[in-house]
């Protein structure tokens, strides 16, 4: 099982960033998809989580209205849009699949909203 997250970097406050997480080693649209941040010094947060086929989408109270997540699993992706970026937003995003027994991660990409 693997889990790539990229498109993370700086943007300005109320900008926008979109994120992808390519999955390999499983039959990706078996699964549900999930995205979580961690900020630093603090707990790790679920986002945002999308349903196998995409037909149900669930988020965190903190970006509902301007996170959009979403999946191509023809391309064996899932996508978290964000728009509307505060600086409480600063944090390394993930991609989680439970695969495997205690669930599978990627590396994390680093998001960074500052002016």
């Known amino acids: 099982v693997q889990l790539v997250e990229s498109g993370g970097g700086l943007v300005q406050p109320g900008g926008s960033l979109r994120l992808s997480c390519a999955a390999s080693?499983?039959?990706?649209?078996?699964?549900?998809m999930r995205w979580y941040r961690q900020a630093p010094g603090k707990e790790r947060e679920l986002v945002a989580t999308i349903t196998n086929g995409g037909g149900t989408t669930t988020y965190a109270d903190s970006v509902k209205g301007r996170f959009t997540i979403s999946r191509d699993n023809a391309k064996n992706t899932v996508y978290l849009q964000m728009n509307s970026l505060k600086p409480e937003d600063t944090a390394v995003y993930y991609c989680n699949a439970r695969v495997t027994s205690g669930g599978n991660w990627g590396q994390g990409t680093q998001v960074t909203v500052s002016s």
């Open positions: 080693g499983f039959t990706f649209s078996n699964y549900i």
